[in-house]
């Protein structure tokens, strides 16, 4: 965990504001099939979170016309087989990389095929603290991830939403599987200090996409972070969907889209509001 300002501060112009506050065991088909999906996710994160929909035949995010409405029901509906086959088979991912920055060599590399070029240490899951401060030192935005908590035993990250405050604020979510059940946790790299609500649930299955966003959302409250950074400056569209530096998962190829979607119709709602405000105040 790292020392944080106060959520409510004021901050110098290009700073963020962020706001505080059954046992499953695949067969072989289910197996194949998630790893062949995992191996398309791992290609569209080499080369952008947008090519996800791309790689899998599909189109999602853009305005809100389109919105959520864009994503097929069963996309919604989705769920994987399991959250553990990958870590069971011994397969990594880029998920197991908890620094936003080294995420984003590695997908350089393999957008570039030199991936097994890299060191061990920009592999790792967690840096160790005195390479960590010397990451940090290089640029703020280098700490981006590198202070989340550790994952427990068998525990794995299945999505995140990496923000463009200074130092690239990630909150993921956790999962492992304990007895019948599996476990979620969400979790920021301020000690909780940025989620509401204790921000755990269980589940028998997997969570649905449309479920593990609105556990997601309804812990972190991604609508009132972006109303901190751009309520004065009348939510231009493009800057707000650029301040999601990034929102994957290596189990949900729509996940990212989703979040963009929701984002919109936010964005649908507040801007006529803000509109409104404006014109009662030149009255």
């Not at 509906?77 to 197991?96: M, T, V």
Request: some cysteine; aromatic content about 8%; proline content about 4%.
């Amino acid at each position: 965990m790292r020392a944080r300002p106060s959520p409510c501060r004021s901050l110098p112009a290009g700073d963020a504001v962020v706001p505080g506050r059954q046992s499953l065991r695949p067969g072989a088909d289910s197996v194949a099939a998630d790893v062949a999906r995992a191996d398309q996710f791992a290609k569209a994160q080499a080369v952008g979170l947008r090519a996800c929909s791309e790689l899998l035949g599909r189109h999602g995010g853009g305005d809100a016309a389109q919105g959520v409405h864009a994503l097929l029901e069963g996309d919604l509906k989705y769920r994987p087989s399991s959250y553990f086959w990958a870590s069971e088979h011994g397969i990594a991912l880029i998920s197991d990389i908890k620094g936003a920055e080294r995420r984003k060599l590695y997908e350089m590399a393999l957008q570039d095929g030199q991936a097994d070029q890299l060191g061990p240490e920009l592999l790792a899951h967690a840096l160790s603290s005195d390479h960590r401060q010397a990451q940090g030192g290089m640029h703020p935005a280098f700490m981006g991830g590198e202070y989340l908590p550790s994952r427990q035993s068998k525990e794995v990250e299945i999505a995140r939403i990496t923000i463009a405050s200074t130092t690239q604020d990630v909150t993921c979510v956790y999962a492992r599987q304990a007895g019948k059940r599996i476990h979620y946790r969400v979790v920021d790299e301020y000690g909780g200090s940025t989620l509401d609500g204790r921000g755990c649930r269980t589940s028998q299955l997997p969570l649905t996409l449309r479920q593990l966003t609105d556990f997601f959302l309804k812990t972190w409250d991604m609508t009132c972070c972006l109303d901190a950074n751009f309520e004065s400056y009348g939510y231009p569209r493009d800057e707000v969907h650029g301040f999601i530096v990034d929102a994957s998962s290596s189990f949900y190829a729509e996940f990212g889209d989703l979040i963009h979607a929701r984002i919109d119709e936010w964005l649908d709602k507040v801007t006529p509001e803000k509109e409104a405000e404006e014109d009662f105040d030149n009255e």
